[in-house]
């Protein structure tokens, strides 16, 4: 049975802004910086890949994982599975069941951490938050979701180590050890964590490449994560940047749904019961109406906010749900990250995100 999604408090956010890990600039300092000032209520820890391969989306969170081989030549992320790996597979588990047993585990994930060489953001935006003297509201950190690990990280012979069941059970495994230890390291500084899942593949979910994908294990793959993350009493979030099954996430038990509205808007109300019975319950739909392409040169807080009330208006009809309560529990994002664009666009993006929040709070008298 799969564990139903529990919100850790009755949470409206109102159209609270934040947004996805990637950013295009390569100053860690510089970066956190900007997204502080632009998202004050909700920062997140810059992902930094254009430093090379370490911080790219699958290999960041690649770090002690059994097998795994980087190949900075080719820039290339693989599992090695030509020898016998049963030993340490044997030290993964034992650190896992020591740190997640619900009954006897410590909690210390620490065995997952993820080192400065693969991630400047976290440490610099560590050190920011260690000179305030008052929590923020809210803090996001964010981790490859299981499914877009298993369906992109191969063997090395380019087999998906969604095929493998040994690999696939400890890739999630390795990846919910992640996100406690993210969410324990930022929890000082916030009165709420939210923990991002970013799951691109979902996009794809259905097509013939991934024919054999079982919506089954989905669910359950992203489920166990979900679980947890909720351990630490953190908010859990689905981000995928395309069209995929919405219902998935809901079932998957997620406290946040993500999509990026701007190109993909209407998708989410072709499932009108489940994003009914999960915004009824306290479900949150994050709003990723601020395009990260160079679309954002061509927008203004006037037509955003023209196109999101289009898309709440559409929501509400083909739910049967009233309008204030999806503005209610909105939180507005961009619709993916950041890290492919030029720096300056990245820049409007995120003035963009802060300033559309703040128009609709003022719109709605929040």
Avoid at 192 to 199: A, G, H, P
Avoid at 256 to 265: K, P, Q, R
């Amino acid at each position: 049975m799969f564990m139903e999604s529990r919100f850790i408090m009755p949470l409206k956010p109102k159209f609270l802004a934040t947004g996805i890990g990637s950013v295009p600039f390569t100053d860690a300092e510089y970066a956190v910086k900007t997204l502080v000032s632009r998202l004050p209520e909700s920062p997140f820890w810059p992902q930094l890949p254009r430093l090379g391969i370490h911080e790219q989306m699958q290999a960041q969170y690649s770090e002690a994982l059994p097998c795994i081989q980087i190949d900075r030549e080719n820039n290339r992320l693989y599992f090695d599975t030509t020898g016998d790996y049963t030993e340490s597979f044997a030290g993964f588990y034992e650190a896992y069941l020591s740190a997640m047993d619900p009954d006897a585990g410590s909690g210390d994930c620490s065995a997952m951490a993820i080192s400065p060489e693969f991630s400047k953001g976290i440490y610099a935006f560590e050190k920011h938050l260690q000179t305030r003297t008052d929590p923020l509201p809210f803090v996001k950190v964010q981790t490859t979701g299981p499914c877009s690990f298993a369906l992109s990280v191969t063997d090395q012979d380019r087999k998906f180590m969604y095929y493998y069941d040994d690999f696939r059970d400890m890739i999630v495994k390795a990846l919910s050890m992640k996100c406690r230890w993210q969410i324990q390291k930022f929890q000082p500084y916030a009165e709420q964590v939210i923990c991002f899942l970013d799951e691109p593949v979902l996009s794809a979910y259905g097509s013939s490449t991934y024919i054999s994908v079982m919506r089954t294990d989905i669910v359950a793959m992203l489920n166990e994560v979900i679980a947890a993350i909720h351990q630490d009493n953190a908010l859990a979030a689905i981000h995928c940047c395309g069209n995929t099954e919405w219902s998935i996430l809901i079932d998957a038990g997620t406290d946040i749904v993500n999509f990026d509205a701007f190109e993909f808007g209407e998708t989410i109300a072709m499932y009108p019961e489940a994003v009914a019975e999960f915004l009824n319950r306290g479900g949150l739909l994050a709003w990723g109406v601020v395009p990260t392409s160079v679309a954002v040169r061509e927008q203004s807080v006037e037509t955003l906010a023209n196109h999101f009330e289009k898309l709440m208006d559409h929501l509400a009809g083909k739910c049967n749900v009233a309008k204030r309560m999806i503005a209610e529990q909105a939180i507005i994002t961009p619709s993916c990250g950041t890290g492919v664009l030029e720096p300056e666009d990245a820049e409007k993006v995120f003035e963009l995100t802060s300033e559309l929040s703040k128009a609709m709070k003022v719109k709605y008298g929040f």
